[in-house]
């Protein structure tokens, strides 16, 4: 049977949370389990602590809140209705376990959602009640030992076997697996949807019907009789017979921003209002099944690809938006090929989903930006499973071979070095997590201490109290910059050419500061991981500053007919 407890937590939309994470710190059998015993056991904790939370901020019981909690759900994916099923299964013993004062880390041990392996410790998110966490589970094992409801997270096998439901697990399964970009049957990789890898993460098709027309492309006889290459700018001037596409885009260099990231790139977020039990309501949860189908990144927002206004309320615009502004020829011509958990070694695997014709395109500026999945992992021996100076080597060379070979002549392929990810137990460590700032409970120490123990810290290198290991886990991100430094200075290919930039986390923190913020909001709250809007807004902002004074030619010409496409033009068909 395809489907385990594990699919079926997953199914139950709560456990949807337990995926705060990008990089799966084990291999993962293609075919077994989506999520671990862990996941499932963080979700669980999460889950009973909103609950709770909930019932606490309303002054209210616990069925009831879970109740509140399941309405103010979408009923969109079924995701209410798995709710109230997930409620009824397990909500008899939750509400008898809290009700004997057992907290959230006992509840979910008591219900099997974590296990305890040999020779591991009992794992815990709170501090350990005061009788100690054996005893605790000890009575709380009584409690529900005789409860006549199902209390095996393997009883809600079979869920997904409810046609109704098969759906909503397929879905879910697919937002969960770290899938490869999106691709139509036929090939074609652009495409009018928003999701599922579609208009969020390159620009929108403007003729879904015709594979000769897509965004990025030189134009098709000027674009005299329609929009070959999505830019909106097409037709013939009347007054003096010239196509505009001549007009305003002939020798304006015109080009388009690629993007080969991971979850930071494609901007990796869950949303912190989804677990502060104090201000929930039913708008809190109106963007999750968007979210789901986008594998919880907002590439829409991103500093890179980004074309939406940010939610932060910042000025600044992605580097895309940037570019357009440089040239509106430009206009919808991004590719955000960026994927949760990439690095330098998996990226080969989907790379191939870069979509750009050597002939008939225009030439692209490629970022190539991997902030830490080649030193983050969740191994408990850390060290030995990061990438090694040789291999990044060999993957970056045979990455800018495969680039080589399908990017136009005139193409740039910018290099970002790794991020020293110390700042974030410098910044957060002693900070509460969202789901801590209720009863100052949970400190950013405790969640990757709890991480680590279940076997799911996407970064155990720098998630960590270990200085020795933070230390380490730098040393050898600096050297993997350096790596890619070298390249950049010394190898020479014929249709591209390399550029090298640090991550710029210290100048973003004294920007960030000098306009009156401070850098732990550089920092992703509900994860205390990815980079947040903010530092990928500022990220864009330092590196856009950087080419234009260092290699301005790699931006191309300003275009002087900028205000003349506007009017004509308007907003060019949007996004
Ligand atoms: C909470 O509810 C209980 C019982 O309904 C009531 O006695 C108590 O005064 C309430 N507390 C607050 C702070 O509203
Ligand atoms: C690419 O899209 C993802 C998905 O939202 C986004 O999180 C990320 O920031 C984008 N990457 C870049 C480099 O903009
Ligand atoms: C984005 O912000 C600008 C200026 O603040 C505004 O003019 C524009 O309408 C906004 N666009 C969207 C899509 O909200
Ligand atoms: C560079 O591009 C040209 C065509 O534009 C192509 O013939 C050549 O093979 C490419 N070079 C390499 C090394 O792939
Ligand atoms: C800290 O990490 C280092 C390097 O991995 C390791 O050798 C050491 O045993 C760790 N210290 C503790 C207290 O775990």
């Given at each position: ?53 909930l ?30 099923f ?14 004997s ?59 997904c ?38 208009f ?32 909106g ?46 201000h ?17 990144d907002?590439?829409?927002l ?33 590719q ?36 830490g ?14 990438t ?95 790596v ?42 509900a ?49």
């Amino acid at each position: 049977m395809k489907s385990s407890p594990q699919i079926l937590l997953a199914a139950s939309l709560l456990f949807l949370f337990s995926r705060p994470i990008s990089s799966s710190p084990a291999p993962r059998n293609p075919t077994g389990p989506l999520l671990s015993d862990g996941h499932s056991c963080v979700g669980c904790v999460l889950i009973v602590s909103i609950v709770e939370q909930l019932a606490q901020v309303h002054n209210s019981t616990t069925w009831k809140e879970m109740e509140q909690l399941c309405s103010y759900l979408p009923e969109k994916l079924f995701l209410k209705s798995i709710c109230y099923f997930t409620a009824e299964m397990f909500g008899p013993d939750i509400i008898k376990l809290l009700s004997s004062k057992m907290n959230a880390d006992v509840v979910c041990h008591a219900l099997h959602f974590c296990k305890q392996k040999a020779g591991q410790p009992l794992c815990h998110l709170y501090k350990p009640p005061q009788e100690g966490l054996n005893r605790a589970l000890n009575r709380a094992r009584k409690i529900v030992r005789h409860s006549p409801t199902l209390t095996s997270p393997g009883s809600m096998m079979g869920i997904c076997s409810i046609p109704a439901l098969a759906k909503i697990c397929q879905k879910i399964e697919y937002a969960l697996s770290t899938t490869l970009p999106f691709e139509d049957a036929d090939g074609d990789k652009f495409s009018v949807f928003p999701t599922l890898r579609g208009f969020y993460w390159r620009g929108r098709d403007c003729n879904d019907r015709n594979r000769n027309i897509y965004p990025g492309r030189r134009p098709e006889n000027w674009d005299v009789q329609q929009d070959s290459n999505c830019n909106g700018i097409w037709g013939v001037d009347p007054k003096d017979g010239i196509p505009y596409e001549k007009k305003f885009c002939e020798g304006s260099e015109a080009k388009g921003l690629i993007v080969l990231g991971d979850s930071a790139a494609a901007h990796f977020h869950i949303p912190p209002e989804w677990l502060i039990a104090e201000h929930m309501s039913a708008k809190t949860f109106s963007n999750l099944p968007k979210a789901l189908s986008n594998e919880l990144d907002w590439p829409e927002l991103s500093g890179t690809t980004g074309f939406l206004n940010s939610t932060s309320g910042l000025p600044d615009h992605s580097i895309y938006l940037r570019l357009r502004q440089r040239n509106r020829c430009n206009h919808r011509d991004y590719q955000n090929i960026s994927k949760n958990g990439a690095s330098s070694k998996n990226l080969l695997k989907f790379m191939g989903s870069l979509s750009r014709n050597r002939l008939l395109d225009h030439p692209a500026i490629v970022i190539y930006t991997m902030l830490g999945n080649d030193v983050c992992n969740g191994y408990i021996d850390s060290v030995s499973k990061m990438t090694t100076p040789q291999d990044m080597r060999a993957h970056v060379m045979e990455t800018l071979t495969f680039l080589n070979s399908r990017l136009p002549p005139g193409s740039y392929v910018v290099l970002y070095g790794l991020a020293d990810g110390r700042f974030l137990w410098d910044h957060l460590h002693d900070q509460y997590h969202p789901l801590g700032q209720l009863n100052r409970d949970v400190t950013y120490e405790q969640l990757y201490a709890f991480l680590s123990c279940v076997q799911v810290n996407p970064c155990r290198g720098w998630m960590s109290s270990n200085e020795t290991l933070r230390t380490l886990t730098s040393e050898r991100a600096k050297q993997l910059s350096n790596v890619l430094e070298t390249i950049a200075a010394s190898e020479k290919f014929a249709n591209v050419s390399l550029l090298y930039l640090d991550y710029p986390f210290k100048e973003m923190s004294e920007e960030w500061q000098r306009r009156g913020g401070e850098t732990w909001q550089l920092i992703e709250p509900a994860d205390g991981f990815h980079p947040s809007e903010v530092a990928s807004q500022l990220a864009a902002q330092f590196f856009w500053e950087k080419i234009l004074q260092r290699w301005p030619q790699v931006l191309g010409k300003e275009n002087p007919f900028n205000d003349q496409i506007e009017r004509l033009f308007g907003d060019q068909g949007g996004h």
